[in-house]
């Protein structure tokens, strides 16, 4: 069995008419991945491997995330090519994921998380909304043959207020 838990960034500033890739955070956004990651520390295992979006605003999240959740000792991957908004590299970098690893948190973009949650779990989510986080467990042994899953859990901010 595999699975991701996926996480989209936090709300992101748009002061200072940045790039896109280099936008901040702003304080509602790390209120509320700091409300959700410590939320799910209470339940939360670990990861294998985490994969985030090299983009500013996804770096800092999941900085909140893995201080919350004690995956510090834990490999990061930044990759360009989650600096997705379709879903088509996000389901290519996760296809390529190496074997050994069976659990796997990846922080990412709009509305890339939103159309793989459809298409990949079981619930239909209408939107993922910034410091959303979705659990979907998939009955496969390798990335590669990644199909259809069991969406697990979800936790949204507006749930924990």
């Known amino acids: 069995m595999k699975t991701l838990y996926l996480v989209r960034h936090a709300k992101s500033c748009w002061k200072n008419e940045l790039p896109d890739f280099e936008r901040p955070i702003k304080k509602r956004g790390i209120n509320d991945s700091t409300l959700v990651s410590n939320h799910l520390k209470k339940k939360f295992t670990g990861v294998d491997k985490i994969v985030c979006s090299a983009a500013n605003r996804t770096k800092l999240t999941a900085d909140i995330f893995i201080k919350n959740l004690s ?80 969406t697990d859990k979800i936790v949204f901010p507006k749930h924990l207020k």
Request: proline content about 1%; charged content about 20%.
């Open 71 to 150: 995956l510090t000792h834990v490999n990061i991957e930044y990759l360009k090519a989650l600096y997705d908004f379709t879903g088509e590299s996000l389901q290519h970098v996760i296809e390529s994921i190496d074997d050994s690893a069976n659990s796997v948190m990846i922080f990412g973009h709009n509305y890339a998380l939103t159309n793989f949650v459809n298409n990949f779990g079981d619930i239909f989510i209408e939107n993922v909304p910034t410091s959303g986080f979705v659990k979907i467990n998939f009955e496969i042994n390798s990335w590669k043959d990644l199909r259809a899953g069991k």
